[in-house]
T-cell receptor, first 116, second 112 residues
Framework: DTAVSQTPKYLVTQMGNDKSIKCEQN?????MYWYKQDSKKFLKIMFS???????INETVPNRFSPKSPDKAHLNLHINSLELGDSAVYFC???????????????FGEGSWLTVV | RKEVEQDPGPFNVPEGATVAFNCTYS??????FFWYRQDCRKEPKLLMS???SGNEDGRFTAQLNRASQYISLLIRDSKLSDSATYLC?????????????FGTGTLLAVQP
């Protein structure tokens, strides 16, 4: 069983469209994240939720809106897609909020978004 | 200055070689340190945490120098399967939140 699963894995869409990426974790973790990895392979956190509550919200355009219906799900909706949104988006989860050495973050396999 | 800096490589080494990666971080208040591994077109996975006293896991040894704000990873007896990007990761918030800051990674290619 995949611990952190996200769909779709590949998404090609036109500029201006609205799209969503879904994420689910079956690890019983309390904390979930969205990370973005750009073309230069730089991985950066976008959002973090703990028990459905937003706790980290980096400087991300308002076009990006996370939604956590329950602690096992964290979806990412993107409005009015732009060329610069092309990247790999990784969902992740961890048991705790705190960055302790034993608190491993588990990543999903990534969603490759290409905006044309 | 980037919060976490790494030599991007690539490091091309023969099988059996010993290779060392270095990483520096800018926030002296950082409390937690990790090395993650990312295979091509795959997700990052935790390789090992880094403790102040240094720690070893099989062929892998991690060191932390807080005074110099420097982290290292040593891989002994390199295997072909070690080929990947190695990400230096730092948590700058002293455990308050799990915000991880990733370096851009060092690419390792182990040659037969």
């Amino acid at each position: 069983d995949t611990a952190v699963s996200q769909t779709p894995k590949y998404l090609v869409t036109q500029m201006g469209n609205d799209k969503s990426i879904k994420c689910e974790q079956n690890l019983g973790h309390d904390t979930m994240y969205w990370y973005k990895q750009d073309s230069k392979k730089f991985l950066k956190i976008m959002f973090s939720y703990n028990n459905k509550e937003l706790i980290i919200n980096e400087t991300v355009p308002n076009r990006f809106s996370p939604k956590s219906p329950d602690k096992a799900h964290l979806n990412l909706h993107i409005n009015s897609l732009e060329l610069g949104d092309s990247a790999v988006y990784f969902c992740a989860s961890s048991q705790e909020v705190k960055a302790l050495s034993g608190n491993t973050i588990y990543f999903g396999e990534g969603s490759w978004l290409t905006v044309v | 200055r980037k919060e976490v800096e790494q030599d991007p490589g690539p490091f091309n080494v023969p099988e059996g070689a010993t290779v060392a990666f270095n990483c520096t971080y800018s926030n002296s208040a950082s409390q937690s340190f990790f090395w993650y591994r990312q295979d091509c077109r795959k997700e990052p996975k935790l390789l090992m945490s880094v403790y102040s006293s240094g720690n070893e896991d099989g062929r892998f040894t991690a060191q932390l120098n807080r005074a110099s704000q420097y982290i290292s990873l040593l891989i002994r007896d390199s295997k072909l399967s070690d080929s990947a990007t190695y990400l230096c990761v730092v948590s700058p918030y002293g455990g308050a939140t799990n915000k991880l800051i990733f370096g851009t990674g060092t690419l390792l290619a182990v040659q037969p």
